[in-house]
């Protein structure tokens, strides 16, 4: 049998000693933590790390976001500053005046964003610039973990080699993991604390600690054998979404020309115990994640020489759902009010991609009011969320746009009224009373016990 090298012997000891001090001060939550990007999911997964006794430094491009963290402030709807403050008080929680600092760190939590470019590629520049800024300060002993959802690869094969340039090598001297992040903002059942968390690490070291870290902060780590089979499940479960929302799409178009109601089917559906799951349609997806992610897989099989159909199968089917919806409106307004869509006063209710939550990105919303205008429909938007349209890419023409308050004249005011984002703060029976037209994407009126003439579902 071939005897170890002294070398090899000196790394196993190295990684040996750098995994028993991390775990120490893990136990002994003085394991400095340090979260980079404090968006939707940063800044409750900072929240999590500090409430559970570690100290912790949030790090972003954003000087204002550190501002508002260090005055105790929330600058996210759903995360109350009443969460936030105590911690910052208590001196748990601190925004970095620079990133210098990530080398007093134990642990380097990496949340920044991973969008598409223009031509609908994955778009690493964060992740890049993330790992560039780490490895600029890396140091042994290090454990850093992405949690950004990736193509399988990502830690590996961009983050790894960046974060060795200087020489310092994962597994012997800091230790790399990507455990994805699960957050879904709005939800009152889960959050961050109560969601497993899979992490896969690049080396049993890496895992162990990773692990160890996740462990104490939330309900239940799911270990699996590598940071790519990690990536693989973060994006098996939002391609998943987005097959199923596709397909109940593409049911409620059929069903909806045979006069059945797709909400009636689901909810009837759901009612057997097994072998059914429901999934609802609406006017088309949006957020960060399930209009995004699938493309990353789509992306990087195609460097095997594979061809994702079902994932451009659903993108294609749920980027058809607002010219449905406008057809559906239009048609609406022909028949019930003998009015072209070319001249019609449209309110639409709710612009945020899902209820109650203050996030616009990839909103379908904003691609109804553009097709919309194009033919001709005057529309203002109401949503107590978003009283500002902020500049995007993809809707610059919308930036600065403002929520118009909700007032009965203003209601009765359009030729119909569109629910896009099915709000619960919005008063629907008043909608209901004063509308000559509601056009209900999201079955809102229903759920609300509303039903009648001038409702149609889209
Ligand atoms: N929002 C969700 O519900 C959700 C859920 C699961 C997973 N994710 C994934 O988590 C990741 C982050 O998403 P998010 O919604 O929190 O994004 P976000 O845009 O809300 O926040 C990202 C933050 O990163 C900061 N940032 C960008 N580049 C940086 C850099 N080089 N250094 C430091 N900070 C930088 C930005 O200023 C921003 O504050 C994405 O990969 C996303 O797909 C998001």
Redesign the pocket.
Known sequence: MKQPTAARKAAVAAARAVVRKLNHRIARRTAKVGI???????LPLACLFAEKGFPVTG????PK?IDSLNAGKSYIKHIASKRVAPLVRAGRLAGSAG?RELRKMDAVII????PLTRFREPDMR?VV??AE?IANTLRPGQLVVL????YPGTTTELVKPILERGGLKSGRDFLLAYS??????GNETYGTASIPKVIGGDGPAALDVAKNLYDGAVVKTVPVSSPEAAEAI?LTENIFRAVNIAMVNELKVIFDAMGIDIWEVIEAAKTKPFGYMPFYPGPGLG???IP??PFYLTWKARAHNINTRFIELAGEINTQMPRYVMTRLADALSRRAGKALRGAKILMLGLAYKKNVD?M?ESPALTLIEMLEEAGASVSYHDPFIPRIKPSREHGALTNRRSVPLSKARIAAADAVLIVTDHDRIDYRDVARHAKLVVDTRNALARAGIAGEKVIKA
């Open positions: 980079i990007g404090l968006g939707y999911v940063g790090f972003d491009v954003d976001k990133f949340c920044v964003p991973t964060f610039a993330t800024t949690e950004s959802s990736t994805p992040e699960r957050e879904d903002p973060k957020g960060h994640c995004i992610d996030d990105r």
